[in-house]
């Protein structure tokens, strides 16, 4: 390993020992986590002691109807407590400012490189940006601003270097973990985590203190979250006529199309084979059952190379309060099933369903019955 450069031009012994202690230890910290809130918040952590720095602010990107924005999320100030500047569960994306609205981040993001700019007149703080991942990835694209008295040198960009080659190696384990390797999904492992959580992020209040119009807001939406089942329809024929490989092709294709139609902030998930999941942040079912006919209806105009117009079942339902990953999947996959009785190529949401006398619900075994 290369020797470390430190922030004094002529370090002493001791320095130096503190230096690497104090790196050393954050490493440490950063390969302790196994989520990415808290790697991100260990991060900020080390930049503000190893590099001294009065602000660091890490900024996300999000996505919705086509159009990127920029999601500050974490920010901390000399001398301040790490705080939480959005609150992904209820964000209004399309308030946010605009990818292109800020070329110095948007040439960070695109060139994978650090950025300086220059102190604005009657300032003599240097912004330093740093891209977050040295590839363009499809989770965690980001950017880290750090504002500084004076500029970064050649020791405290080598630290940073150092710091962030542990991050990103740490966001790659859990790709590999969570992503599912044909469609780059979310896999199957990591669905209940990402259900509690939601669950629990959307009942309770966030731990920074919200306006009182994000308060109306948050209590205005709820339920908030909505879970889709997926199917593909007739899928055993495409590997039937054309093949695996084939098939393969087609599912990568339509996590693409699921990626492009939905929000960032959702999440979607490949439940292996052909069914996908995707727990959805909508304020009522008529947003839930659009987003999803939205990704039907682009599904069945879509020509598969090969294989041409393939469609899909889905099944929606809204989350509850104790609510079960199993019992959510149930009742979707009960809408779906009865999509797929009544013709395919259909969305149907289940409390409609049931609303509607179609699908009884049998309280001595807990299951549900089609009419």
């Known amino acids: ?26 490493v440490i910290r950063l390969t302790q986590y196994r989520d990415r809130d808290r790697l991100d918040s260990a991060l ?50 399309p308030q946010l400012q605009r990818l292109e609205d800020d070329p110095h981040r948007r040439h960070c993001l695109e060139s994978l490189q650090p950025v300086e700019i220059s102190p604005v007149a009657g300032s003599t703080d240097c912004l330093t940006l740093v891209p977050l991942f040295e590839d363009a990835r499809e989770h965690g ?17 080598n630290m940073l270097g150092r710091l962030l080659s542990v991050y990103r190696n740490m966001q790659g384990m859990l790709d590999y973990s969570e992503c599912d390797a044909l469609t780059g999904l979310l896999n199957r492992k990591s669905f209940d985590d990402a259900f509690f959580k939601m669950l629990r992020d959307g009942s309770a209040e966030p731990s920074t203190p919200l306006s009182a119009e994000q308060v109306e807001r948050r209590h205005a939406a709820a339920p908030t979250y909505w879970l889709a089942m997926l199917d593909v329809d007739h899928f055993k024929q495409v590997n039937d006529v054309h093949g695996h490989s084939i098939g393969d092709e ?6 693409r199309l ?38 039907r209806g682009r599904m069945a105009d879509y020509t598969f190379p090969q294989v041409g117009h393939i469609t899909v079942s889905v099944g929606v339902t809204a989350l509850r309060a104790g609510d079960s990953p199993s019992a959510a999947r149930e ?29 009884q619900i049998d309280s001595k075994v807990g299951g549900v019955e089609l009419f």
């Open 141 to 157: 694209l980001g950017v880290i601003e750090i504002r500084s008295a004076q500029r970064l040198g050649p020791a405290e960009l």
């Open 44 to 93: 900020t952590e080390a930049m503000m002691d190893l590099l001294a720095p009065l602000e660091v602010t890490l900024v996300g990107v999000v996505s919705e109807a086509g159009q990127r924005y920029w999601l500050p999320w974490i920010r901390r100030e000399r001398g301040g407590e790490l705080q939480t500047l959005s609150d992904p569960l209820w964000v209004q994306v």
């Open 258 to 295: 699921l990626k492009g139609t939905l929000r960032s902030l959702d999440r979607v998930f490949r439940f292996g084979g052909e069914e996908f999941v995707v727990l959805l942040r909508c304020p009522d079912e008529a947003g839930a059952l659009s987003a999803m006919e939205r990704f």
């Open 250 to 255: 087609v599912l990568l294709l339509l996590a």
């Open 331 to 359: 009742r979707a996959d009960q809408a779906v099933y009865y999509a797929k009785e009544h013709g395919r190529n259909q969305v149907h949401s289940y409390e409609q369903l049931i609303a509607r006398g179609v699908l």
């Open 1 to 26: 390993m290369a020797p470390v450069l430190f922030l004094n031009a002529h370090p002493t012994y001791n320095d130096m020992s503190v230096g690497i202690s104090s790196l050393v230890e954050h």
